[in-house]
C-alpha cells in the first residue's frame, strides 16, 4: 500500500499532471509563460544567427572594399549587397555624387558634414534593425517572473480555500495545490532566466557591431574627405 501511495502522489506532482490540475486562471498563466518562453528562444536563436552571418559578411564586404581601387566601380558591383556595411558605403557615395557632382562650387565642410551625418543616419537604422527583436527579451525578461508569481498567489489562494472547505490540513490535501501554484513561477523563471541572458548577450553583439559600423564610416569618411581636398 505505501509503494502505491507514494507512486501515486508522485505521479500527481508531475508537470503534466500539476498543469491539469490548476485551475483556468493559473493554467492560463502557464501557458502564457510556455509561449513566452517558445518566443524566446527563437529570438535567441534566430538573432544569434543573424548577428554572427550580418558580422562575418560585414568584414568581408570591408576587406573586399579597402583592396578595391575605384570607388564607382566598386559601388556598381558588391557596393549594392543588402549588409549593413554596404548601407553605409552606398549613404556615403550616394551624398558624394549629389555634393560633388552637380556642377556647383565645392561647399567642402559642408560636403563633409553630410557624408558624416548620411552614414551616421544609415548604421543607426542598421543597428535600430538588428536590435528591433531585443525588447521582446528585455520584456519577458523582466515581467515572466512576476507573471509566475501571479500564478503562484492565486493557486496558494485557491488552495487555501479548499484546504478551508475541507476542513482537512494534511500534506495529502496541501501539496498538489501548493505545488501547481509553485509550478508557476517555476516556468515565469524558466521564462525569464535566459531571456534576460541572451538580452546582455546579443545586446553586446549589437553593440559590437555598431562599434564595427562606426569605424568604417570614419574611416570612408576619411577616404572622401581626401579626395575632397583633390577636387578643384
Avoid at 527583436?133 to 479548499?162: C, K
Amino acid at each position: 500500500m505505501d509503494g502505491i501511495s507514494l507512486t501515486t502522489t508522485t505521479s500527481a506532482l508531475s508537470p503534466v499532471a500539476l498543469f491539469l490540475q490548476a485551475d483556468i486562471v493559473v493554467k492560463c498563466v502557464m501557458i502564457g509563460l510556455l509561449l513566452a518562453s517558445v518566443a524566446t528562444w527563437a529570438i535567441i536563436i534566430g538573432n544569434g544567427l543573424r548577428l554572427g552571418s550580418v558580422l562575418s559578411k560585414s568584414k568581408a564586404f570591408e576587406a573586399d572594399f579597402w583592396k578595391s581601387e575605384d570607388i564607382d566601380r566598386f559601388y556598381d558591383g558588391p557596393g549594392r549587397k543588402d549588409i549593413p556595411s554596404a548601407k553605409i558605403f552606398t549613404a556615403g557615395v550616394l551624398e558624394w555624387r549629389r555634393s560633388v557632382r552637380d556642377g556647383k562650387p565645392i561647399d567642402r565642410d559642408g560636403t563633409r558634414a553630410r557624408l558624416a551625418t548620411a552614414m551616421a543616419s544609415a548604421a543607426a537604422n542598421e543597428i535600430d534593425r538588428l536590435s528591433e527583436r531585443l525588447n521582446l527579451l528585455a520584456t519577458i525578461g523582466s515581467v515572466a517572473p512576476f507573471v509566475g508569481l501571479f500564478g503562484t498567489v492565486w493557486g496558494i489562494m485557491r488552495s487555501f480555500t479548499d484546504i478551508g472547505a475541507s476542513q482537512n490540513t494534511s500534506l495529502a490535501v496541501v501539496a498538489p495545490g501548493i505545488a501547481e501554484a509553485l509550478f508557476a513561477t517555476a516556468i515565469g523563471l524558466f521564462a525569464a532566466i535566459p531571456a534576460v541572458i541572451a538580452y546582455n548577450r546579443l545586446l553586446h553583439k549589437v553593440s559590437q557591431i555598431e562599434s564595427h559600423l562606426h569605424r568604417f564610416g570614419d574611416l570612408f569618411h576619411m577616404t572622401l574627405s581626401r579626395e575632397l581636398e583633390r577636387q578643384g
